[in-house]
């Protein structure tokens, strides 16, 4: 209060020293708690409420050391298990093809997701920095990119997405496809998702019968991955420095169309031009040394 009324701290770290001291338990005394109270008011003239906050979790390091580890280590396991406890999850579809979420999770459950999003949304890596849409993109990528074999099971078979489409659909058409969650998909999208590995694209013919399951043979292995990493050193499109991490293999001969999976007629794109060899909005023009480059039909 005195600290306060002098105008020495403002009311945001006079908040946080009081929580700090009334955290501390009550078997260290009262001698010890006037000593935290002390230093984290002699901390306010250098570090914001943030930041003492942060101090204040571990005074009794300074002031105590004796006891400050074991309290510090036995705060830190009861934060961790309130925020497991408090973690939630919702998404919502707003029915005009954009799905919003919440979440709720443990701090350093969300490093390890913040981690590899800043990565991906990095500029040298392609993406447009920490922005709300540079992260967002991010996502998308960190979703797709997730290794399906350790995916859990789900009713007998990998929790992978099954894409249905008709063989016109697959052949280039502009029919729409639909994945198992009932969710459209426009028809570029569905042959771009019928390319990447862990997702099960099923064929059908007329009256919705079965031509063909998508086999893991249609997808390069991965050695024919690190060979075409090894040839290409990344996206294969015109002006891309997008590594080879960041790529997908893809057919320059479509596999639907006869094509085989290999290495001499495979290319890596990113995520930013695999879409545009199946869209049909935009042609795929090939050039001398195993570059391409798109423009949009006219």
């Not at 000593?35 to 930041?51: S, V």
């Not at 973690?87 to 490093?111: K, L, N, V, Y």
């Not at 869209?279 to 480059?293: D, F």
């Amino acid at each position: 209060e005195e600290a306060l009324g002098r105008g020495d701290i403002l009311a945001d770290q006079a908040k946080v020293i009081v929580e700090a001291v009334d955290a501390l338990p009550d078997d260290v005394g009262a001698v010890v708690k006037d000593q935290a109270r002390d230093h984290l008011l002699a901390e306010a003239a250098h570090f914001d409420a943030k930041r003492l906050r942060v101090l204040g979790v571990h005074v009794l390091e300074v002031v105590a050391p004796e006891v400050g580890e074991a309290e510090t280590a036995r705060q830190l396991e009861s934060q961790e298990r309130k925020g497991e406890a408090k973690a939630r999850f919702t998404m919502h579809d707003d029915g005009h093809g954009t799905t919003h979420g919440r979440f709720s999770i443990p701090t350093h459950q969300a490093d390890k997701l913040r981690k590899p999003l800043d990565a991906l949304s990095a500029p040298k890596a392609g993406g447009e920095g920490s922005t709300p849409h540079g992260m967002g993109l991010a996502f998308i990528e960190y979703i797709d990119r997730f290794p399906t074999k350790k995916l859990p099971q789900a009713g007998g078979m990998d929790a992978t997405v099954v894409v249905t489409m008709s063989l016109e659909t697959l052949m280039g058409g502009l029919k729409a496809a639909q994945l198992d969650t009932g969710t459209p998909i426009s028809p570029g999208l569905a042959r771009r998702m019928a390319c990447e590995a862990g997702v099960i694209p099923v064929v059908l013919g007329g009256k919705s019968q079965v031509l063909d399951v998508g086999r893991r043979m249609r997808f390069h292995t991965k050695a024919q991955r690190i060979a075409m990493a090894v040839r290409d050193g990344g996206c294969i499109a015109l002006g891309c420095d997008r590594p080879s991490a960041w790529c997908h293999a893809h057919h320059l001969d479509p596999w639907s169309q006869g094509g085989n999976t290999s290495v001499e007629r495979g290319g890596l794109l990113c995520t930013g031009h695999h879409p545009l060899a199946h869209h049909p909005g935009y042609v795929m023009t090939h050039h001398p040394g195993g570059k391409v480059s798109f423009h949009k039909r006219e």
